[in-house]
């Protein structure tokens, strides 16, 4: 069975940093794309970040390049999301997904991890 578990999030002052962690079980993620997307009170979920297991090509929504960066560690199977100066504006529920090559969207999707900027 297919785990997403994220964690990492939490409140933090505008200008300050989290890391959010994904951490994936359950099958092989080889060639998998994992993504982050977040949603905001009253909002649509928005695209984030996503990177792939077998390369180092990255993606970044326009709103967070430079600020945010995705990376993963192999050995451990999780995917990280390091988030630098944060505003009030990335406040949202924050989601971890895997996307197999074979499909144009994500099959498997984590609970969610709660990020809260204050101002």
């Known amino acids: 069975q297919v785990q997403l578990v994220e964690s990492g999030g939490g409140l933090v002052q505008a200008g300050g940093s989290l890391r959010l962690s994904c951490a994936a079980s359950g099958r092989t993620f080889s060639n998998y794309r994992m993504g982050w997307f977040r949603q905001a009170p009253g909002k649509e979920r928005e695209f984030v970040a996503a990177?792939?297991?077998?390369?180092?090509?990255?993606y970044y929504a326009d709103s967070v390049k430079g600020r945010f960066t995705i990376s993963r560690d192999n050995a451990k199977n999780t995917v990280y999301l390091q988030m630098n100066s944060l505003t009030p504006e990335d406040t949202a529920v924050y989601y971890c997904?895997?996307?197999?090559?074979?499909?144009?969207?994500?099959?498997?999707w984590g609970q969610g991890t709660q990020v809260t900027v204050s101002s």
């Open positions: 990177i792939k297991w077998s390369d180092d090509d990255t």
């Open positions: 997904a895997a996307r197999s090559p074979l499909f144009t969207t994500y099959d498997y």
